[in-house]
């Protein structure tokens, strides 16, 4: 807000006291500064884009890898990620990708690990692929892939992997290199996990 | 009362950097942040000094400096809840402007101020005049006459009543864009009005 508009707020509130866009703009300003990065709100998990999602791994449009992708914001590479579902992981449901926030690592793969230790994939989609694209997802950080919840998924908790990169990996890379003890899959990876429990 | 009291859920999600927390703290102390900042305040222990309150660009970074340090990670996890919040936050403001006092002062006397006193000094009694308000602001009346009624009622519930553009959005059925626009446009058009009458807010 430039001083004028501050002048002008006050005038039409009628006092020369702080006004509420000035109040308003202070704390956006603040909380910029000071508060964690606002998460993509859930809310978008009711967007009718993501009724399309079908069976399994949907992808929901074509991903043209981009040599123009540079890092969202400061010069420290960060990788963010939180993973759930609307109401709930439930048979059916869906579960969605929110890496808001990650900066400096172009591509994103996930998997999850059951309590009885056997993998299940969701990107890359398969043995062949490399994983998502992050400078052609949506700028609210929630990827435009989401997962059901299938009966591959039994009820129990599971610790759900994402591993960003510099370099589009396979699984065999990501495997031949995921260490979950030092958060790291190699030179330029970083790993960040999460729990989902599905009933 | 601190805002705190008896709220542990509140000072819990303080502490964890909740938006809404954060918001709802600023809320109940912005306006005594901002009074303390615009009237300045006066040290009787170093020989009467008059730290005086800020114009309106340097009331609005103080106020935005205060809570921003209040705010930090560190600051919020320090707290513990049970001390009254309001000193703390004016404590903040009372050094920020010493700071700004010692640093325009080119023959400055030395403040010593510990903190039993820095908590006790009070905000000047009278507010700040500005002696061109009165012009600006009957200027500021015959435009607001000018504008159509939905421009009016957008003055009259963000700027007089101070609703939130959701909230305007929400009662008069307009998407949050058109809030912005039309808030924007009278932004605009004071100016524009007050420049073509020769009155700034210099």
């Given at each position: 807000m430039n001083s004028d508009d501050r002048l002008t707020s006050r005038l039409l509130g009628g006092r020369d006291q702080l006004s509420r866009p000035e109040k308003d703009a202070i704390l956006d300003g603040v909380l910029a500064e000071t508060a964690p990065s606002a998460r993509?709100?859930?809310?978008?998990?009711?967007?009718?884009?993501?009724?399309?999602?079908?069976?399994?791994?949907?992808?929901?449009?074509s991903i043209v890898p981009s040599g123009e992708f540079t890092a969202r914001g400061g010069n420290q590479p960060a990788a963010t990620m939180q993973v759930g579902c609307a109401s709930g992981c439930t048979p059916g449901a869906k579960l969605v990708f929110d890496v808001h926030g990650t900066a400096g690592y172009r591509y994103f793969a996930a998997f999850a690990k059951a309590g009885d230790g056997k993998a299940l994939w969701y990107?890359?989609?398969?043995?062949?692929a490399t994983g998502v694209d992050l400078s052609v997802q949506p700028a609210t950080g929630v990827l435009d892939r989401s997962v059901v919840i299938g009966?591959?998924?039994?009820p129990g908790t599971y610790r759900v992997y994402g591993i960003f990169s510099n370099l589009p990996l396979t699984r065999s890379a990501i495997r031949a290199a995921f260490d979950p003890k030092t958060g790291s899959?190699?030179?330029?990876t970083r790993v960040v996990a999460t729990e989902v429990v599905v009933r | 009362m601190t805002i705190f009291a008896n709220d542990r859920e509140l000072l819990d999600r303080f502490r964890r950097g909740d938006r809404a927390a954060l918001a709802a703290v600023f809320e109940h102390y912005v306006d005594q942040v901002a009074t303390l900042a615009r009237r300045g305040f006066t040290i009787e222990s170093s020989g009467h000094v008059y730290v005086r309150g800020a114009n309106r660009d340097d009331e609005y970074e103080l106020v935005q400096e205060t809570f921003a340090k209040a705010f930090a990670t560190q600051a919020r996890l320090a707290?513990?809840?049970?001390?009254?919040?309001r000193p703390y936050l004016l404590r903040i403001t009372k050094n920020l402007m010493i700071d700004r006092y010692r640093a325009q002062q080119?023959?400055?006397?030395t403040i010593a101020v510990d903190m039993t006193e820095l908590d006790a000094l009070q905000p000047a009694a009278e507010e700040p005049v500005d002696v061109d308000w009165n012009r600006l602001a009957a200027a500021t009346a015959e435009y607001v006459a000018t504008l159509g009624p939905e421009a009016r009622e957008l003055v009259r519930r963000r700027f007089e009543e101070g609703a939130s553009q959701d909230k305007i959005a929400e009662a008069l059925g307009w998407t949050r864009r058109k809030v912005r626009t039309v808030e924007a446009d009278v932004h605009k058009g004071l100016r524009s009005w007050l420049k073509q009458r020769g009155l700034s807010g210099g």
């Open positions: 993509a709100r859930w809310g978008w998990l009711v967007l009718p884009a993501l009724a399309l999602a079908a069976f399994l791994l949907v992808p929901w449009r990107f890359p989609a398969d043995d062949s009966p591959e998924h039994a899959a190699g030179e330029g | 707290y513990d809840g049970l001390s009254p919040y080119k023959d400055a006397r």
